[in-house]
């Protein structure tokens, strides 16, 4: 597959996913003991003086944070993310992972982590709509589902009903392009969360919104559309989130291990990689690929390889460039 193609689907196909580094600690620090596995999120560092540093809001650094891939730290090196042999990270910008029976359920607790800010602190008679029911999306649903609240999915594909309802267990499933559906839904909602990358009309599910609630965006449209009327007459809020701090991200961790939160993941080995980009672009996944490196190299009677040597298996097994990131463990 050509890198024009990947990048002319990437808006409504395959987005660029947030790659979470296990790494086992070399160094004994007070709070963590050799062995440990341990997360880095996304990002890694920040200029720490800031206010939002000094309110936990490191994402949002007034000078600029430095984020886990592709960016530039404050000795001149690049951030590399998951290509990384190593990942020097600021203790404080780390989280535990959950224990955890191995590591296919660290793999998808860390998951998690992708999601997003819910209302999580409302009383259960309070309703959340969703938009898009992709890698996000059917976190979402999850969530909403845990925090006792009312679940109705928006989707433009009917196809999608059966998981949303009945794997997933949201209350209702709302084709949005049917003006009579969501006609219907009339100021019903207190939340709607959006985590479609497409360009939709926002109009339309603002609509939908109670007055004095939230449309909250965590993913990124190329532009975003709606008449001022659609939430001034309703004192409606739009609001956007990119990633939450490190407390917060602790607390979710702990909270999708007890509560048995997982993503819905399929394993595949590194040679099936350029088959499951093809699968993305399609939207034939539900919901995530796991990249299963080890057992790939197993599968070729392969022991660990590490560095250049790694990098080099890699390379003679998938197209790299179509992939921005990979899913390691």
């Not at 309070?126 to 999306?137: A, F, T, V, W, Y």
């Amino acid at each position: 597959m050509s890198s024009q193609s990947a990048n002319e689907n990437r808006r409504d196909g395959p987005q660029e996913i947030l790659l979470f580094f296990f790494f086992t600690l070399d160094v004994q620090p007070q709070c963590f003991k050799i062995g440990d596995h341990d997360e880095v999120g996304t990002y890694v560092n920040s200029c720490r003086e800031c206010e939002y540093c000094d309110d936990g809001l490191k994402a949002y650094c007034s000078n600029g944070a430095v984020f886990t891939f592709d960016n530039i730290d404050a000795d001149g090196s690049i951030t590399d993310g998951g290509y990384s042999t190593y990942i020097i990270v600021l203790l404080q910008n780390t989280r535990e992972l959950p224990t955890s029976p191995g590591s296919t359920f660290a793999m998808r607790w860390n998951y998690c982590l992708l999601s997003h800010d819910a209302p999580k602190d409302e009383p259960a008679s309070k309703s959340l709509g969703e938009i898009g029911l992709g890698g996000l999306g059917h976190l979402a649903v999850k969530f909403g589902k845990s925090f006792g609240l009312k679940v109705t999915v928006f989707s433009t594909n009917i196809s999608k009903k059966d998981k949303a309802l009945n794997l997933l267990g949201a209350d209702k499933f709302v084709v949005s392009s049917d003006k009579q559906q969501m006609a219907a839904l009339a100021k019903s909602l207190d939340f709607i969360l959006n985590t479609a990358s497409a360009d939709i009309p926002f109009n339309p599910y603002l609509s939908v919104v109670k007055t004095a609630g939230v449309l909250a965006l965590v993913e990124f449209p190329s532009e975003v559309k709606f008449g001022p009327a659609s939430f001034n007459r309703g004192m409606k809020t739009v609001s956007g989130s990119l990633t939450g701090d490190t407390k917060e991200t602790q607390e979710m961790l702990d909270f999708c291990a007890s509560s048995k939160i997982y993503p819905e993941i399929e394993f595949v080995p590194i040679q099936y990689a350029n088959g499951a980009l093809e699968r993305m672009i399609k939207r034939d996944v539900k919901y995530w690929f796991v990249i299963d490196i080890e057992n790939s190299l197993k599968r070729h009677g392969c022991r660990r390889k590490k560095g250049f040597e790694f990098w080099q298996f890699i390379l003679e097994h998938v197209d790299i460039c179509n992939w921005r990131t990979f899913i390691l463990f």
